[in-house]
Structure formats: C-alpha cells, structure tokens
C-alpha cells in the first residue's frame, strides 16, 4: 500500500516563502509522475507543479518564477519550494503520485495524500 505523507505547511504572511515536503512509504513498481495540487475554499482542485520520470516539469501559470518543483527518485520523494506567496496561494496542498503498482498492473493509478494547510495573510 502506497501512502503519501505532506509536510511543511503552514502560515506565512505575503511575500514570505515555503517548502512542502512529501515522503512515499510503501512499494511501488514504477513511478510514472509526482507532483503537487492545491485546493483553495470554494474551489476545484488544481495542478500546481508535476514532474516526471525523465525530469520533465510543468507549472500552473499562476506559480511559474515563484514555486519550484524538486525530486529524489531514490526515494520517492518531491519537493515544492514556495517563494513570494500571496494571498490567492492559500489553498490544501496535495502531493500527488502516478504509477504502477507491480510489473503486472495494466493500469496506471494515482495516490494522493491527505494535504496539508498553506495559509497566506495580507
């Protein structure tokens, strides 16, 4: 059983900066992409940052030259460095994981973790 563990939230007043942490426990056979998503009150839940096993990385536009995505793949293991946070940044922030979860697993799966509180003040 795969479980992703958040940690490094918090809060912080504007232009202040952050760094989330997610730890993998548990075995799995291939990890396809990590990455963060974020879900503020009131709203869906999106993609902040990914990155994938070759080292590609994508950003929401709204964190692009603020927040930057990291990962030790030894460990499974990502990273999200928040640097001048705003107010709009506050949301739950989820570490998310794809992959397979043995050689004989067809189908990819997502995990997620359980989140943890980012919360901005003016």
């Known amino acids: 059983q795969v479980q992703l563990v958040e940690s490094g939230g918090g809060l912080v007043q504007a232009g202040g900066s952050l760094r989330l942490s997610c730890t993998t426990s548990?075995?799995?056979?291939?990890?396809?992409?990590m990455g963060w998503y974020r879900q503020g009150s009131g709203n869906e839940r999106e993609l902040v940052a990914s990155?994938?096993?070759?080292?590609?990385?994508t950003y929401a536009d709204s964190v692009k030259g603020r927040f930057f995505i990291s990962r030790n793949n030894a460990k499974d293991t990502v990273y999200l460095q928040m640097n001048t946070l705003k107010p709009e940044d506050t949301a739950v922030y989820y570490c998310?994981?794809?992959?397979?979860?043995?050689?004989?697993?067809?189908?990819?799966?997502?995990?997620w973790g359980r989140g943890t509180q980012v919360t901005v003040s003016s």
């Open positions: 998310w994981l794809a992959g397979y979860a043995s050689s004989s697993t067809f189908s990819r799966t997502d995990y």
């Open positions: 548990g075995s799995i056979f291939h990890t396809v992409a």
């Open positions: 990155i994938n096993g070759g080292g590609g990385i």
